[in-house]
T-cell receptor, first 112, second 114 residues
Framework: GQSLEQPSEVTAVEGAIVQINCTYQ??????LSWYQQHDGGAPTFLSY????GLEETGRFSSFLSRSDSYGYLLLQELQMKDSASYFC?????????????FGKGTMLLVSP | NAGVTQTPKFQVLKTGQSMTLQCAQD?????MSWYRQDPGMGLRLIHY???????DQGEVPNGYNVSRSTTEDFPLRLLSAAPSQTSVYFC?????????????FGPGTRLTVL
């Protein structure tokens, strides 16, 4: 099976940098994704890492270390609108089809 | 493109009733999934489909049925609703289900079973 661990809540102030960590266990690893969800709305895709290293997309970066089964999402220049839940998700599986398993989510609270 | 659409947005059922949650996408995606989201539990995969006529179980399939007769539609059927099925249900689609695929989520259906 697949399982992921991430902190339940993180707080930060506007303009700061915050890192949300994710550790995972899976068989047949394909990659690690990050999704953002505002107030129970539809989750939206942020980033994907299949190989070790850092991927940068604007203010957001995502890192993966496959040997450590670990990744993180880095949010820079925090804005109030970044207050949301962030989910890491691992794509894996040993059968012919892969599935996406989500962590329980990290609620990020950004204060003025 | 409308993307992924779900109906209804809200539903209240009594224990033992059956219903179908509708999901449709207009992006010609092969891979579609149903998730449920409960407080503190993240998104859990119920069933998924890799193309018309092909479905498989996810992490929490009991009490739910799916079918995929067309590429566009992937309905989720609750056979006999139970209070434990009170949840928010999200449908998602992606081009092929491959590693780098972005999953596009619908707006969700909020279901309460009394």
């Amino acid at each position: 099976g697949q399982s992921l661990e991430q902190p339940s809540e993180v707080t930060a102030v506007e303009g700061a940098i915050v890192q949300i960590n994710c550790t995972y266990q899976t068989s047949g690893f394909y990659g690690l994704s990050w999704y953002q969800q505002h107030d129970g709305g539809a989750p939206t895709f942020l980033s994907y890492n299949a190989l070790d290293g850092l991927e940068e997309t604007g203010r957001f970066s995502s890192f993966l270390s496959r040997s450590d089964s670990y990744g993180y999402l880095l949010l820079q220049e925090l804005q109030m609108k970044d207050s949301a839940s962030y989910f890491c998700a691992v794509r894996g599986g040993n059968s012919g089809y892969s599935t996406l398993t989500f962590g329980k989510g990290t609620m990020l609270l950004v204060s003025p | 493109n409308a993307g992924v659409t779900q109906t209804p947005k809200f539903q209240v059922l009594k224990t033992g009733q059956s219903m179908t949650l509708q999901c449709a996408q207009d992006m010609n995606h092969e891979y579609m999934s149903w998730y449920r989201q409960d407080p503190g539990m993240g998104l859990r995969l119920i069933h998924y489909s890799v193309g018309a006529g092909i479905t498989d179980q996810g992490e929490v399939p009991n009490g739910y049925n799916v079918s995929r007769s067309t590429t566009e539609d992937f309905p989720l059927r609750l056979l006999s609703a139970a209070p434990s099925q009170t949840s928010v249900y999200f449908c998602a689609s992606s081009p092929s289900g491959g590693g780098a695929d972005t999953q596009y989520f619908g707006p969700g259906t909020r279901l309460t079973v009394l």
